[in-house]
């Protein structure tokens, strides 16, 4: 009689790794950050025609639009994209439950201890699908502040459509100062965060491929 061969059961699939950044929140960063940045570089163009505080204005060179009916038509073009894919990253962290798995709970304390660990070269970033304290209150802030940029820019546009909200802003005046100094913020925002990738580069390869 021949021996019995024992068959060898195949071992069970792997479930394939989950991604960091699912392709919908990284299609929708990208395109945020384009339109930000348009609206950003074009948006100083506009400011030098009419400069809010006297004194102050951008090198030309750094500029978007060449001339004031230019920056505009980039302006606006890039505002629509803005508003657009804004809503639809809103829509799908809301329904998804990445805004409360990602950036919640969230605590004074647990950001003043984040940020000394970082100060110190301290805070680690080996876990990219985790945000820490900083990140978290970073990412919220920014998403508010480019919610104040649209509703600002809109009190200054269309500022006889939507008095209320041209009143909401302290009037047409300092609507501007606001749409200003939220820029201003977003600015910073920017050079934080490229700073940050080019000292954690594997941050943006995640924004890339996922993983």
């Known amino acids: 009689m021949p021996a019995s061969t024992q068959e060898s059961t ?45 004194g102050f204005s951008f090198p030309p060179s750094i500029t978007l639009g060449g001339w004031l009916g230019g920056a505009l038509q980039w302006h606006f073009a890039a505002m629509w994209l803005l508003v657009f894919n804004g809503l639809v990253y809103l829509i799908l962290t809301l329904a998804s439950g990445r805004l409360a798995r990602k950036f919640l709970p969230l605590s004074p304390r647990a950001v003043l201890r984040d940020l000394a660990s970082a100060l110190r070269g301290r805070l680690s970033h080996d876990d990219l699908s985790h945000y820490n304290a900083v990140q978290k209150l970073a990412y919220l802030v920014v998403i508010v502040d480019l919610i104040v940029l649209v509703l600002s820019g809109l009190a200054i546009w269309k500022s006889v459509q939507f008095p209320l909200l041209r009143e909401l802003m302290g009037g047409y005046d300092n609507a501007r100062i606001v749409h200003f100094c939220a820029m201003a913020l977003l600015a910073g925002f920017l050079v934080v965060h490229l700073a940050l990738v080019a000292l954690v580069p594997r941050s943006l390869l995640a924004m890339l491929r996922g993983r």
Not at 45 to 53: L, N
Request: net charge positive; glycine share 4%.
């Open 10 to 54: 195949p071992a069970p699939a792997t479930p394939r790794e989950r991604p960091i950044h699912p392709g919908w929140v990284r299609v929708t960063h990208w395109l945020n950050a384009l339109a930000a940045i348009t609206m950003m570089l074009s948006g100083w163009r506009i400011y030098d025609a009419s400069p809010v505080f006297h």
